[in-house]
C-alpha cells in the first residue's frame, strides 16, 4: 500500500492540516498535525510510521510552494507512546522532551507501550504484514525539549508545556498568539488513562490544574488533542476539573492499581527484551 491510500488529511485553514492513518481503525489512533510557518513547518505527532509519512506530506504539497526555502521539516512527538511517535525515524529532525529522549533512542517498546493487534489494522501496510512484529524504530532525537522551550516558525511560535502525568515526557505544545493548544494525551474528549508504565496521578493532577489555569487565564480558545475531535476551553476545564476530582477517590486508585498491574504484564510479555 501506498503512503497515498495509509493517509488522509483536511486543511483546517491558515497553514494548520489534520492527517490520519485511514486504516488503522483504533481507539489509539493518534491524531497527526501539521502546522506550516514562514521558517519553519512542524509535524505534531506522527502516527504508527508504517508508510511514509514525509512522502504523504510532499506528494501533496502539504509544506506550500516553495519548502526548500525553510528550515527541514521538524516533527515533535507528544510523548513517546507508540501511536505518536512509530512515524519518528522518517524525519531528519526530530524533537521530544528529554525524560523521554532514552527510551526513543533506545527504541525500548516498552515505555512506548507498543501494543498493536491485527484487527486494528483493517487493511494490512504489506502483503504478509502482521502486528505481532511492529515495533517502533529506534531514533535520536535532534531537539532536546524542556519546560518553556519556544519552537520558533516565523510568523507563529508554540511554548513547549511539561505535562507529566499520562507519561513522564508528555508535553502540550501552545501557540500563545492564537489561544491554540496541542495536547497530545494529555487532555482529550475521553477517558484519560494514568495506569501505564511512567504515568503518575500526582503529576497528572498537577498537569490539570495547569491547564485549568490556562483556561481561567483565557490563554486557550481551542485544543486540539492526540485523540479524538477538537474543543474548546469550556471543555478543556471541565474534562480537566473532573480528572481532578475523580483521581483522590478509592474506585479510581483501586482501578488505577489493577490497570497499571495489567498493562505492565502484558507489556513485558509482549517486548521481552526491553529494559523495564
Given amino acids: 500500500m501506498s503512503a497515498a491510500d495509509w493517509y488522509a488529511h483536511k486543511s483546517l485553514g491558515d497553514g494548520l492540516f489534520w492527517i490520519q492513518e ?20 512542524v509535524v505534531i505527532d506522527t502516527g504508527l510510521g508504517l508508510r511514509s509519512l514525509p512522502e504523504y506530506i510532499d506528494a501533496n504539497g502539504l509544506l506550500g510552494k516553495d519548502p526548500q526555502r525553510k528550515n527541514p521539516l521538524l516533527a515533535i512527538a507528544t510523548h513517546a507512546h507508540f501511536d505518536h511517535s512509530g512515524g519518528l525515524h522518517q524525519f531528519q529532525q526530530v524533537g521530544v522532551h528529554s525524560a523521554e529522549v532514552d527510551a526513543l533512542a533506545n527504541g525500548d517498546n516498552f515505555e512506548t507501550v507498543t501494543w498493536l493487534s491485527d484487527r486494528e489494522i483493517a487493511v494490512a501496510p504489506s ?12 531514533v535520536q532525537p535532534t531537539h532536546i525539549l524542556q519546560e518553556g522551550d519556544v519552537i520558533n516558525l516565523g510568523d507563529r511560535q508554540l511554548t513547549v508545556l511539561h505535562m507529566p502525568g499520562h507519561s513522564r515526557g508528555s508535553i502540550c505544545l501552545h501557540d500563545r498568539d492564537n489561544k491554540l ?24 493532577v498537577s498537569s490539570c490544574e495547569r491547564l ?18 477538537t474543543f474548546g476551553a469550556k471543555r478543556l476545564h471541565r474534562l480537566s476539573s473532573a480528572y481532578i476530582s475523580r483521581a483522590g477517590t478509592c474506585p479510581a486508585k483501586f482501578s488505577t492499581l489493577v490497570w497499571r498491574t495489567l498493562s505492565g504484564w502484558a507489556l513485558r510479555a509482549s517486548n521481552p527484551r526491553c529494559a523495564c
Fill in 22 to 41: 485511514r486504516f488503522y481503525q483504533s481507539e489509539n489512533r493518534a491524531n497527526i498535525w501539521l502546522l506550516r510557518g514562514t521558517h519553519q513547518d
Fill in 212 to 229: 485549568i489555569g490556562l483556561v481561567d487565564s483565557e490563554q486557550v480558545d481551542q485544543v486540539l488533542p492526540g485523540h479524538y475531535n
Fill in 181 to 204: 493548544l496541542f495536547s497530545g494525551d494529555v487532555v482529550y474528549d475521553g477517558a484519560m488513562i494514568d495506569w501505564l508504565p511512567y504515568s503518575q496521578v500526582s503529576d497528572y
Fill in 127 to 138: 502483503p504478509g504484514w502482521r502486528a505481532r512484529h511492529y515495533k517502533v524504530k529506534a
